[in-house]
Structure formats: structure tokens, C-alpha cells
């Protein structure tokens, strides 16, 4: 199950936390999720994927918070 955590931040930005395999495909899950193109956000890198012994148990996914530059009007 994935692990998504999405609050208001001051100033009104929206900001969003997504897992993946990699850091990029975490944020393509973001940018999809906030509808927004890679130049419109800003992304902080939490922790990088690690792999588990032998490919097994213990792998743990990548994490990013990417944050919207500006709220898109609706």
C-alpha cells in the first residue's frame, strides 16, 4: 500500500509526499497527483531506495516531498 501524505502548507502551497522504486519515479507519481509539470514544483529528495540483501526482504522505498511553486487556480 502506498504511503501518501498530503497537507497545506502556509502561504497556501500545496505540498505532497509519494514512494517509488526510484526518487524519479516518486516524483512522477506526485506530479501527477498535484497536475503539475516538473518546472512548476520544487522536489526535496527524503531518502533514496534501498535494496534488501540478495534483492529479499528489506528493501525500502524511495521518498520525495515535492511542493507546488504556486496553487493552481480551478
Known sequence: MENIKSKRISQGLKSIETEGKTPEEAIVKALAMLNAKR?????????????????????KPAKVKVTLLKVKKT
Open 39 to 59: 518546472s512548476e514544483v520544487r522536489v526535496k529528495i527524503l531518502s533514496e531506495e534501498q535494496r534488501g540483501l540478495f534483492g529479499m526482504e528489506g528493501s
